[in-house]
């Protein structure tokens, strides 16, 4: 008994038992593919692995440097600096006088508000006379700024 190729498939479409026959035979088989041929495809494919396999590799190794170099970058830029010793008495006395804006650190900040100070004619302190010549002018401004940008401190921060 043959089997009825006309049948519904699900969709409420019936094809002809011919149509199905030809597609049947368009879709029957892959065609033969010479061995040669195959070879030469797979070939092909190798090299052009083999071709990116360093550039993939190198890549990688880039990539690792610059996450290890941000780390480091990280870590120094947010590690906790060391604390050094108390200053002696006089040394925190003239850090004090230093300590114009009076935040607990001798920084350039400080010579910035003692130069203001000094440029809008405004009531200076006497203690601000760091290089004790009787005034405060621009020469204690330039002490701070020097004392400020020192790699030797010799004021507290």
């Known amino acids: 008994m043959a089997q009825d190729d006309s049948r519904d498939n699900g969709s409420g479409f ?21 061995a040669e041929l195959d070879e030469l495809v797979l070939a092909k494919a ?5 071709r990116r396999r360093p ?4 890549l990688r190794w880039s990539l690792a440097g610059a996450a290890a170099a941000a780390a480091l970058l990280a870590l120094l830029v947010f590690a906790p600096t060391r604390r050094s010793a108390p200053a002696p008495a006089a040394q925190r006395a003239v850090a004090a006088a230093e300590d ?15 130069a203001r100070s000094i440029e809008s004619g405004r009531r200076t302190r ?17 002490v701070i700024a020097m004392a400020a940008v020192s790699i030797n401190r010799r004021s507290t921060q």
């Open 14 to 34: 019936e094809a002809p038992r011919k149509l199905m026959e030809g597609l049947r035979s368009l879709y029957a088989g892959s065609p033969p593919v010479p």
């Open 126 to 142: 006497s203690d601000w006379d760091i290089n004790a010549d009787g005034r405060v002018d621009r020469l204690d401004v330039d």
């Open 55 to 58: 550039l993939v590799v190198t």
């Open 100 to 114: 114009v804006n009076g935040d607990g650190r001798v920084d350039i900040l400080d010579a910035l508000a003692l």
């Open 46 to 50: 190798r090299r052009r692995i083999a």
